[in-house]
Each structure stands twice: as structure tokens, then as C-alpha cells.
């Protein structure tokens, strides 16, 4: 039990339940309510840093942590596009390749793990030097990080500042348009980069479980 609730496993979980009172926040159409649901949505994509610096400071890496953080990461990044998507902030692609990708990585991820294989670290599934730089560098992982953080935090901020443009004189029509638009290019290079970063464990994934497969034979 002592194991389970590790600080690094306390701290995923209360990002995941930070997740859905950020989509509660959303829905409640109050401008600051959305404001306070663009800074939760910066605060859990913190947090998954946080969660993996405790793990490694406290030496308390495990199987299930990693589990944890990356079902806290789906979960965080599925309804986050998906809110988006019907607020009309992103094209509907985006939830649906993101979701996709998801379930393709994680399906081989799981699989594997009965072998010992794992998404990150020593025993991780990934063989090719792109294919680890793409998915555990921490260039790659600390700039998607940041992407995702920008991208999420700053449609919901922009869609609060659109009910205040005409209330405020610093704020502008022009202002909350040119921030939309960044946003759209933010998200449109996010996503592409999720795709991109799915790529090699869908591949390589592949190669081992027919390795496994056919040593089990």
C-alpha cells in the first residue's frame, strides 16, 4: 500500500482529478472560471514533471507509477483535445488521431510489458536511437511538455478574453483573433509532434511482438 500511494503516484493521481474539475470549470461559462481552468491546465502538464522528478529524488520508480503517469497523461491529453474540439477551438482530427495514436501505443506498450519491456528506462521497449530520442530524450519530452501546456493553457485563456475584448480597451477584437489563430497553429504542431512521437513504438512494438510471439511458438 505504502508503495501505491508514493508521493510520485499521490501527485498523478490528484492531476487526474484536477483534469475533470478543469472540464467542470469549462462548462460553468464564466469568464473566470475559464481563466482558472486555463492555469489548471498549465498545473497538471506541470505536474507530470513533478511526478517524475519525486520518483526519481525518492527513488520510488515502478512499474505502476509508470502505468500511472501514463494513463494520467492519456487522460489528461483525450479530454483536454476532446473539450477543445467541441468548444470549436481545434478541428475535430486532432481528439480523433490523438485518441487513435493513444490506444495503438498503449495496446503495444501493455502487451509488451508481460515480456518486461517497458515505455521508458533501461528496460524500455524502444531499440533505435530515433525512436528513443523521439520518445524518452528530455529534449523531446520537456519541448512537448511545453507545447501541450501552451496550447491547452492558452486556447482556454483566449476563449475567456473573447466574452471580455469589448469591456476592456487594452483588449481588442483584432487581439483575441490573432490569438486564436495561434493558438489553432499551436495546436496543429502539437498534435503532429503527438503523431510523430507515436510512430516508433507502433513500429518497434510491432517487431518485438512478433520476436515474442515467435519464441513462444
Not at 487522460?75 to 483535445?81: A, G, K, P, Q, Y
Not at 478541428?91 to 518486461?116: C, E, H, K, M
Not at 524502444?126 to 492558452?154: C, D, E, H, N, V
Amino acid at each position: 500500500m505504502a508503495r501505491i500511494m508514493s508521493w510520485a503516484n499521490r501527485v498523478t493521481i490528484a492531476r487526474i482529478g484536477i483534469v475533470f474539475w478543469l472540464v467542470l470549470l469549462v462548462y460553468d461559462n464564466n469568464m473566470w472560471s475559464r481563466l482558472l481552468a486555463a492555469f489548471l491546465a498549465i498545473l497538471v502538464i506541470v505536474g507530470d514533471w513533478l511526478d517524475g522528478f519525486l520518483a526519481r529524488k525518492l527513488h520510488e520508480q515502478s512499474q505502476l507509477g509508470s502505468v500511472l503517469d501514463i494513463a494520467g497523461d492519456r487522460i489528461l491529453e483525450t479530454v483536454l483535445w476532446i473539450v477543445l474540439a467541441d468548444l470549436e477551438l481545434v478541428p475535430v482530427w486532432i481528439p480523433i488521431a490523438v485518441t487513435s495514436r493513444a490506444i495503438l501505443t498503449d495496446s503495444i506498450r501493455n502487451y509488451l510489458l508481460q515480456f518486461g519491456f517497458t515505455a521508458f528506462g533501461k528496460t524500455t521497449m524502444m531499440q533505435s536511437s530515433i525512436g528513443k530520442f523521439l520518445t524518452g530524450s528530455p529534449i523531446m519530452r520537456t519541448g512537448y511538455a511545453i507545447l501541450k501546456a501552451f496550447t491547452f493553457g492558452w486556447l482556454l485563456l483566449i476563449s475567456a478574453l473573447d466574452r471580455l475584448w469589448h469591456e476592456f480597451p487594452f483588449l481588442t477584437e483584432r487581439f483575441v483573433t490573432i490569438g486564436f489563430e495561434i493558438g489553432y497553429i499551436s495546436a496543429i504542431v502539437t498534435a503532429v509532434v503527438c503523431i510523430a512521437r507515436g510512430i516508433p513504438p507502433i513500429v518497434e512494438g510491432s517487431n518485438l511482438i512478433r520476436k515474442m510471439d515467435g519464441k513462444t511458438v
